[in-house]
């Protein structure tokens, strides 16, 4: 009863927010429990993570594959300002994804937080909610960084 409020107010929230991605996901969740169907939900947590992790790498990778990029482009790219800054926050990006996953392995309690601050962040800030990983990281390291971890 508990999870079918909660997730009612997250529906409430992404309606509120204009936010489709927490709209849709919430409603499917609530539609899975009222209609009995709560076993597919592991598989939505485990593969269904890695599935939309590969869908959205798939997505923005695409340009490389239906377009006729060269290698001189790549790298003049990378040595432009944006290019070089962009290629030094995937780097973080994917350490601090890296270290999210190992503190939501070890802190299981800190997954609450993290969903509710995407969700505020997603609904009330124009956010997507692709980086909850990277947020755990960020976390990890602030944590570490006050000798809390």
Not at 15 to 27: D, K, R, T, W, Y
Not at 40 to 47: F, H, K, Q
Not at 121 to 143: D, E, S
């Amino acid at each position: 009863m508990v999870q079918n409020v909660f997730l009612l107010v997250l529906l409430a929230l992404g309606v509120l927010g204009q936010n489709s991605l927490v709209s849709i996901s919430s409603a499917i969740l609530l539609l899975l429990r009222l209609v009995g169907l709560q076993q597919v939900m592991p598989y939505l947590e485990g593969p269904g993570l890695q599935i939309g992790l590969t869908l959205l790498i798939l997505s923005i990778i695409t340009p490389f594959a239906s377009s006729d990029i060269e290698v001189r482009e790549i790298t003049q790219s990378l040595l432009r300002p944006v290019g070089a800054m962009t290629f030094i926050t995937g780097i973080a990006g994917a350490y601090l994804g890296a270290r999210g996953v190992n503190i939501l392995q070890s802190h299981p309690e800190a997954i609450l937080g993290l969903v509710l601050g995407t969700i505020v962040g997603a609904t009330f800030f124009r956010g997507i909610p692709v980086g909850p990983l990277v947020a755990a990281g960020m976390a990890a390291v602030v944590l570490q960084l006050m000798g809390l971890n």
